[in-house]
Structure formats: structure tokens, C-alpha cells
């Protein structure tokens, strides 16, 4: 349960940074995604958990895509977004022996 909760705070945190960027009003964004503002304030502040199709919406009145990914492959991703200046040189990921993907 824990993970989970800090993934929906995880999640809440990038929507609401999306959205002040964007100059957009929990309610407009609510009112683009086909949903209430309350329930858009829940899903924002990471206290409730969001159908996908819900998420798709608010993701894409946002300017955002909703994608997803094998776990194996988040080192590599996780390295593809890391801000200028970090460490180029590092591979995304390994490949063990037992052929797991490792960070």
C-alpha cells in the first residue's frame, strides 16, 4: 500500500506541476477531462487512485501522454530523462547473466 500511495502522490505531483504550468484552474482542467473538480482535486493530491481512461483524459487536457512500459525497461527510460549535464557516458541499464535488466 505504500508504494501505491507514493506513486498516486508521484502522479498528483506531475499533474498539478503540468497544470500550473499551463495556467490552468483544477476546474478547467476537470471540465476538459469530462470529470469533477472534486474528483479532480482527489486524483491531483494523491489521495484517491484514477481509472486509466481518467487518466488519459486529464493526461491529454494537460498536454501529456500516459505511456507505458515494461519494468525492465524504466533504468533506461529514467536515464533518457535525466536533465543536461547528467552522466552520458553510463549505460540506461545491464543485462545480467540470468538475463534480468539492472540499473
Known amino acids: 500500500m505504500i508504494a501505491e500511495s507514493g506513486a498516486l502522490l508521484a502522479v498528483g505531483r506531475l499533474l ?3 497544470r500550473k504550468n499551463l495556467g490552468l484552474t483544477q476546474e478547467q ?3 476538459l477531462a469530462g470529470i469533477s473538480r472534486p474528483r479532480y ?3 491531483e493530491a494523491g489521495s484517491a487512485a484514477a481509472r486509466t481512461t ?3 483524459n486529464i493526461s491529454r487536457a ?3 501522454e500516459l505511456m507505458l512500459i515494461p519494468q525492465a525497461m524504466v533504468p533506461a527510460v529514467d536515464a ?3 536533465p543536461d549535464g547528467a552522466e552520458d557516458d ?3 541499464f545491464a543485462v545480467s547473466a540470468d538475463g534480468n535488466a539492472n540499473a
Do not use: M, S
Request: aromatic share 0%; charged share 20%.
Open 41 to 43: 482535486r482527489e486524483i
Open 29 to 31: 482542467v476537470a471540465d
Open 62 to 64: 494537460l498536454g501529456l
Open 16 to 18: 498539478k506541476t503540468a
Open 90 to 92: 553510463l549505460p540506461a
Open 80 to 82: 533518457l530523462l535525466q
Open 54 to 56: 481518467t487518466l488519459i
